[in-house]
């Protein structure tokens, strides 16, 4: 499905404008075990360094300093990474950078996992988002993605500004094929995304997927 909205905000302002209310938005779309979740699928060794992408408030960062790993958060969104610093405070080891999909700001084959919970459906061209993903993971180091399965909720784009309507996970498994990735797996997360529109009461409903590979 071709994202076809017009945008009042591009991704970046919406994002910003939002960063100090998205802990409370997100508490109410997912279970924390979701992170725990995306954590585990990543098979980490102790002390592992992790780019946290699309890292918002936090929501998977927090859960990788609790483990004890060291954080990379990558963001769009000054505003959010703002709002990361201070929900985390000076826990753990994390070094919070502004970028974009495209082009993330972190060294070819550097940390030891990239993870991104619910970043996918907000990118431009996802193949190319897991593509980037994959390069900065070391060789044998794994790609983590919690996302949306396909869906029919129009008013997530409209008023959430989503790009995507969720994903076949079909489309998710070659794309990590493509992006050189090996062992995926792309399976139930056992959660489910709940959210409802400001406009006319309508509720979403959305199953999770959680998606894991290796770098070859
Ligand atoms: C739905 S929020 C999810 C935040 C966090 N991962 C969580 O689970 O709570 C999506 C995040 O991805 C960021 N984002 C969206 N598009 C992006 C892009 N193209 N490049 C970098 N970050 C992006 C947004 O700024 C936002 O913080």
Redesign the pocket.
Known sequence: MRPDRQDRLN??EY?DRISDR?DSI?SGFFSENLGKKAVDAASLSPGASVADI????G??TEELLTRGHHVIA????EK?LLALRTRVGDRGSIDCRV???RSLPVADSSVDAAL????LH??ESPPDAIREMARIVKPGGRVVLSDLDEHTFEFLRTEQHDRWMGFKRDDIRRWFAEAGLIDISVTSAEETCCASSECGGETAKVTIFLAAGTKK
Not at 54 to 57: H, K
Not at 74 to 77: A, E, K, P, Y
């Open positions: 991704s970046k994002f998205w997100r699309g890292a918002g408030s929501f998977i990558v963001d769009q969104s959010m970028g974009e999909d991104a919970n619910m970043f907000h990118v």
